[in-house]
Structures are given as C-alpha cells and as structure tokens.
C-alpha cells in the first residue's frame, strides 16, 4: 500500500472520530436542556398579585421601615441627650474637685485658731473665717457636691480611703472611727473618696 493512500485511511479515521465527539457533545448539551425545562416546568408558577395586593404590600413595607426610622431616631435622640448630661455632670465634677482643696485649707485654718481670741487681736476673726467657711460649703452644696457620710459608718472601699488602723474599744473591727480628710460626692460619682481611720 502506498503512503498517499495510508494518509487517506488516516485522514478519514480522524473526521469519523471528529463526527463522534460532535454527536456526543451536542447530545448531552440536548440532555442538560431537558432538564433544565423539566426544573422549570416542575417549579410551582408564583401566583401574580393583584394591584390592590401590591399596594398593601407595598404599604406594609413603607411603614416597616417608617417604623424603624422613628425608633432609631428615638435612640439617637436618647444617647445624644446622655452624653450631653454625662459630659455636663463630668466638667462640673472637675470643676468641684479643683475647690476641694480651698475646703480643706478653711478646715485647717479653724482648727490651728484659737476658740476665742485675745482682746489685743482684731476683734471676731475666727468668727468672720467660719462665716466665710458655712457660705462656701452652701456654695459646694449648691452645685450637688455633698459630704460623704463617715460618723459611726462601716468601711466602704467605695467612699472611703483607709489611712491607717488603731484599735478602739467597744468598737467592732472595720469600722470608721476618724476622719483624716472628707471626701464628697456628686450624685451617685465620687468626687473624692474620704481618707479615714479604721478600727482594727
């Protein structure tokens, strides 16, 4: 056999293999449409609504969301109104400690003056100072700053700042038996805890 007419044979067995793959191919492109139409046919028809239907839906929709924006407005409105009183308690509770320091110095200023004075020295002096003293303390009050309770009080590590021990008799253990320094609060904040003494 020659070799023009082996190139023939060969040419023709690969068109026929050519012609099977294109018969198979569109075969199973057939089979997968088939298919398809049948999950289409299978599928239930969604019922169309009618306009008065839409509209209702439409409706419920419109106030769903209506809803939704009345109430986030309402939380907004909530939170902002809080962080606006929680900044305004915060700046007047930093204002208030700042004249903690002016209590302190009329208390010390009372306690190292006498409890009358001499009659060569100018007369009421001590009474002008504790006058002085009582419109400052109605000032501090005034503005929400108020004393921390301590007489015949239990330790609180809450309000109270313990600088020391010493027993006391007929005084059970933890309880505030001194004050070394006052401590005041504004509302439920603690502007300063009070420095105390504890029973031991």
Known sequence: MSESR????????????????????????EELNEEADKVVEDEPAKPELSAEDQLTL???????KWMRAVAETDNVRKRSRKEVNDARRFAQAETLRSFLDVYDNFERALQSMPATDDENKAGGLREGVELIFQKFQGALKDRGAILIDVVDCEFDPNVHEAVGQLPREGVEPGMVIEVAQQGFKLGEMVLRPARVIVSS
């Open 6 to 29: 082996e190139e023939e044979l060969e040419n023709e067995e690969e068109l026929e293999n050519e012609e099977v793959v294109e018969e198979s191919s569109e075969e199973a492109s």
């Open 58 to 64: 439409e409706r419920d929709v419109f106030h769903d």
